[in-house]
Structures are given as C-alpha cells and as structure tokens.
C-alpha cells in the first residue's frame, strides 16, 4: 500500500472509531443518564398538556427524563417519576409520588393523609393542583381508600385527579377491577421506575425545568 493509500485507511479507520465512540456515549446516555418521552393524556394536567389553557387528551409536551438520579437516591414525595407497573409491560406512566416505602396513605374527605412509620398523620397540602382538583381527589372504582406502602414500593396519582388511572385504582381504568381484591397492585416497585420528569423542551413556548414541591 502507498504512502496516499495508508492515509485513507488510517482516516478511515478514525472515522470509523470516532463513530463508534459517539455511538456508545449515546446508548449509555439514553440508557442510564437522560433519556426523551412524550406525555400523553390529561391526567398530569396543568402540571403537563396544559397547552393553550386547555388539556390535551392526546400526545403533547416533550421531556427529557433525569435516569441517573435513583441510581445515587430514592425517590422522594412530589417528584414526577416515569415508570412501568409490570416488568414485562411495555406502556410507561407519569405520575407524582405521594406515599413512601412503610406510610400508610388515606384519601379522606378529598384529602390525602399520610400516616409515617412512626404513627404520625399529617395531612398533604399539594399546591400543584388545580382548583377543580384541589382538596377534591376521591377513590376510583372502589370503596378502598387506605394503603400501606409496603418497602421498597411507592404510591403514585396523577395531578388531574378526576381524569387519572393511578395507584388508587390499581392502574386499571375499568370498574371489573376492584384493588380491595388485589391491593398489592396499588404499588410500583423501585426498579420499575425510570427516572424523573426533569426538562419540558416542547413545544418551544412551554420550555422549563419541572419545580419539584416542598411540603
């Protein structure tokens, strides 16, 4: 091979190297650091989809998903996690976290209370909601409205409590399903959740960092 010739390949072969490197940052970036997902649905309204001052039934904000922060941390109340209800599922969810690992949650009077390991109740001012959702969250299907948190496990609803398949129904959006007959389903397990709502990036007017509460 000529002089020319050791050149092309060398080019090359570092094209082909640098390709492969940038290939690798980003399977590593969207599997464990950050990664996009389209929100569909109301039940996150006006926290998400709330465009225009309406609510968006279908496809509408964009975010970008924090992945590595549950690698260092858990969860923790108010933050809006991504998530799988089953291993095996395929469809993600987006919810806020409300009960933790050993808190019993009780939806009371369209209230929610939280009751800590310790036996100490309080009520949860969630400021997030809207007025039409504000001290106004009621069960779903089912008269069933206490659950123990069990470890390693967390309750989650959606901001748009009238319009949300969440924990209070075991995720299941029909009547046939009752949670009193099967209220181990109520919860979502650590290693199912994906990371946290982080970025808004679409559309371009809604942009913002998602505000995490303080209660």
């Known amino acids: 091979m000529d002089k020319k010739g050791k050149k092309i390949a060398l080019w090359i072969l570092d094209l082909i190297i640098n390709v492969a490197i940038i290939l690798g940052l980003v399977f590593v ?54 998530f799988k209800t089953y291993e095996d599922e395929e469809k993600y969810y987006i919810k806020r976290v409300i009960g933790l690992p050993g808190e019993t949650v009780e939806i009371k009077n369209g209230k929610v209370y939280i009751t800590s390991p310790q036996g100490e109740t309080s009520v949860l001012t969630e400021e997030y909601l809207n007025a039409d959702n504000y001290n106004n969250t009621k069960t779903f299907f089912s008269d069933l409205s206490t659950f123990k948190v069990p470890e390693g496990h967390y309750f989650l609803m959606g901001d748009n409590r009238k319009a949300s398949t969440d924990s209070r129904s075991c995720f299941m959006s029909t009547i046939k399903h009752d949670c009193k007959d099967h209220p181990e389903q109520s919860f979502v397990s650590k290693d199912l959740i994906r990371g946290e709502a982080w970025i808004v990036w679409w559309p371009i007017t809604n942009i913002r960092m998602v505000k995490e509460p303080t209660y």
């Open 29 to 82: 970036i969207q599997s464990w650091i950050i990664a996009p997902f389209d929100i569909s649905g109301a039940s996150m309204c006006d926290t998400f989809n709330f465009i225009n001052n309406e609510c968006h039934s279908g496809f509408g904000e964009k975010i970008i998903i924090n992945e590595a922060k549950y690698l260092f941390k858990d969860p923790a109340r108010g933050e809006i996690v991504v």
